[in-house]
């Protein structure tokens, strides 16, 4: 039972971190492309480390939860990547008028 | 029926990152190559994770903890790059 449903986890998660693969390399700007693997890192890799959580609790009996940390040092930080990257895709799409440095357009 | 499972998935990965690794070749602007970098990160961990169960050792999440720490920071330092043409001022 247990495995049964760790497989489907697995199978689930895969699908997700494909999806994002292929919405990075199909999707027409940069912004769109920009959104798909976000959900490969959520809903691909959480589940696939849900399916781990599973494997190594059952194998070894008592509770794995040092998958957690990947879970939630992911979790933490593909919002700010993506942010930063948003804001560098924005910087370089801005027309060229003034310098980055003057002091009527900071940053 | 979990070994199956075990192998579609390394292949479903695999095959994202060949996808990735096409949007690094090709990305027509800098910031698709660092997304690329940063998602080919993501799949490597996904597919040292599934890895390791089908190895049956918890070894490979240290490397997998690894890449994601060294990944979100090369990816903070080329978006710093790109934002200020400068990493540490």
Known sequence: MLEAIESAVLLIGAFFVLVGSIGL????????????????????????????MIHFSVQRGDLSLHELLVVL???LTAPVGAYMLAKAARHLARPIDNAPDSPTNPD | ????????????????????????????????????LDTLGINA???????????????YF????LIAMMGFAGT????????RGDIIQ
């Open chain 2, 76 to 83: 903070i330092a080329f978006a710093k790059y790109l934002l």
């Open chain 1, 25 to 52: 390399l199909r999707l027409p700007d940069f912004l769109s492309r920009l959104h798909a693997p976000t959900k490969a890192t959520t809903l691909g890799l959480g589940g696939l480390l849900l399916a781990s």
């Open chain 2, 62 to 65: 240290d490397a997998a903890l």
């Open chain 1, 73 to 75: 040092f992911l979790f």
């Open chain 2, 45 to 59: 961990i996904a597919f040292l994770v599934v890895f390791g169960m089908r190895a049956g050792s918890s070894v």
């Open chain 2, 1 to 36: 029926m979990l070994n199956l499972a075990l192998d579609i998935t390394l292949a479903t990965v695999a095959a994202s990152m060949v996808m990735c690794f096409l949007r690094l070749a090709a990305g027509p602007s800098l910031p698709d190559r660092i997304l690329a």
